[in-house]
């Protein structure tokens, strides 16, 4: 490749041609450019298609009899999913925080109003319109439609349909940050103008 020097008026200054040369001792100055002329016979894009690119690929008992492997490391180590205790323990946990959220849930009656206070987000009104099991995350969820377009959704998540609301209008929440009670909706007086 040749590296040619110009200036800021995109006049030709002189070719960076001396390989033990600084770029300190050719007169580089604010707004001068390097522009580099490619002899490889490389065509443009002809390396961005990574399909055409060959891979090396192991299959997975091969993979598994190496001893110098990221996952033999961590079975000898007993790490990680490796480590029976722990992930016993993480399991139990897990067990415990849905029982919970479940138990949080059945309080929760769909039909009725409610304040949902999440972290970092003014109080907002709604009506609860699903309790229960999603797909889209594990655990319990309360969907609310909102009485302000404040939510998220309009009752779907990722095309499955869980409840009917307008778009912005919906929003899945964790049962503990949702309070149950005589909420009614907010008049903000902007119909009367």
């Not at 999913?81 to 399991?91: G, K, P, S, V, W």
């Not at 377009?149 to 779907?156: A, I, R, T, Y």
Request: glycine share 10%.
């Amino acid at each position: 490749m040749e590296l040619e020097l110009y200036g800021v008026d995109d006049k030709f200054y002189s070719k960076l041609d001396q390989e033990d040369a600084l770029l300190g001792s050719y007169p580089v100055d604010d707004g001068c450019r390097i522009h580099v002329i490619d002899h490889s016979g490389a065509r443009l894009g002809e390396y961005e298609d990574v399909s055409r690119v060959e891979k090396y690929t192991i299959s997975q008992e091969a993979y598994d009899q190496r001893q110098d492997t990221v996952r033999s490391f961590l079975k000898r180590s007993k790490l990680g999913r490796y480590n029976e205790e722990e992930r016993a323990q993480q399991e139990a946990e897990a067990a415990q925080r849905l029982a919970e959220e479940k138990a949080q849930a059945s309080s929760i009656p769909v039909g009725s109003r409610c304040e949902v206070r999440a972290a970092g987000q003014s109080p907002r009104r709604g009506t609860v319109m699903y309790v229960g099991l999603t797909d889209f995350k594990p655990g319990y969820w309360i969907g609310v439609r909102y009485d302000e377009p404040l939510g998220k959704n309009d009752g779907s998540v990722n095309g499955k349909r869980y409840f009917e609301c307008q778009a912005k209008y919906g929003a899945f929440v964790k049962p503990a940050v949702v309070t149950v009670g005589d909420f009614p909706e907010e008049d903000y007086g902007l119909d009367e103008m």
